[in-house]
């Protein structure tokens, strides 16, 4: 069995920063594309980066400059640094996987629980 499991969340002042980390464990045998989304308030799901496993980066055109990600492949793991932070950043933040299980022939979509990040004074 597959879990993707985030921290690092919590309450943040404006202009500050947060890391959060995303890990897999697992049955995991290999893992391509990983990345982050967030989703506020009553608004749908939105990207914001993801990584490659060579480990290039592409970022949601709204974060390039205050956002940074960057896996560690021995660790199934994927993190994702805010700089700067504002109040439209609260959301919940998800990690999200593309993931070949051990014994199985295909990719399967993992998702993690959610990482609250609420930025306020």
């Known amino acids: 069995q597959v879990q993707l499991v985030e921290s690092g969340g919590g309450l943040v002042q404006p202009g500050g920063s947060v890391g959060l980390s995303c890990r897999g464990t697992g049955n995991i045998f290999n893992i391509r594309v990983m990345g982050w989304y967030r989703q506020k308030v009553g608004e749908a799901r939105e990207w914001i980066a993801s990584i490659t496993k060579p480990g290039v980066a592409t970022y949601a055109q709204s974060m390039i400059g205050r956002v940074n990600i960057n896996r560690d492949n021995d660790r199934n793991a994927v993190y994702l640094q805010i700089h700067n932070v504002e109040v439209d950043d609260t959301a919940l933040y998800y990690c999200?996987?593309?993931?070949?299980?051990?014994?199985?022939?295909?990719?399967?979509?993992?998702w993690g629980q959610g990482t609250q990040v609420t930025v306020s004074s």
């Open positions: 999200h996987a593309n993931v070949l299980r051990t014994g199985s022939d295909y990719y399967k979509e993992f």
